[in-house]
């Protein structure tokens, strides 16, 4: 996908068609959905002005004493960007500075490429075709099971492995809440069986 990205955003500042800024989106979205372990619908409803006012606000030296040297590198390399999800609660989606690089790249060619000037969204520009929810990528990247790499099933993923970790009270709440996730929900769901849990404690 990185690669295709790459040729997709080289492409579309060449020739700046609608063809090509459906295939930049496309990609770029199915990036951002697989990163952030993200259900479609909760990341291709991004609005252009959430992106525009993504967080880069600097890092207070108190904050940045309670971190390791390695999650201070982390808040320095990511864009934050919140968009409102389930219930009102505003969910983070990150960035890789290649994502945020390409998200710059088609705001800049909207005009150019026709996207009409009322629409208010990053990826949501031409029709819900470039939204092809990456299949192709999950048959290109060569896994056993290539249906079983969903969007739907992503969050599912991180969540039950998380369990794994052995996490915190206070570590499963932050992760369930960056989920979009209710901590009661997340608990019911995707706790590991009893059997499992104590092979791995």
Aim: aromatic share 6%; glycine share 4%.
């Amino acid at each position: 996908m990185e690669n295709d990205q790459h040729i997709s955003e080289r492409s579309l500042r060449i020739s700046p068609t609608p063809e090509n800024y459906a295939a930049l989106a496309k990609v770029t979205l199915a990036l951002a959905i697989t990163f952030n372990r993200r259900r479609e619908g909760e990341v291709s409803p991004m609005l252009l002005t959430a992106f525009r006012s993504r967080n880069k606000s600097v890092l207070h030296d108190d904050m940045a004493i309670c971190l390791t040297p390695f999650e201070r590198k982390m808040c320095k390399y990511f864009a934050r960007v919140e968009i409102q999800g389930k219930r009102g609660r505003m969910v983070p989606i990150l960035l890789k500075p290649s994502m945020v690089t390409a998200v710059e790249l088609l705001a800049e060619m909207r005009e150019s490429c026709s996207v009409p000037n009322d629409n208010l969204f990053v990826w949501k520009t031409i029709s819900l075709v470039i939204l092809q929810r990456g299949r192709k990528y999950t048959k290109r990247c060569g896994a056993k099971h290539p249906e079983a790499l969903t969007s739907t099933k992503l969050p599912k993923h991180i969540a039950t492995m998380s369990q794994v970790l052995n996490l915190e009270e206070n570590e499963s709440d932050q992760l369930a809440d960056f989920l979009g996730h209710d901590i009661r929900i997340y608990r019911q769901y995707y706790r590991l069986p009893q059997g499992t849990s104590s092979l791995l404690g």
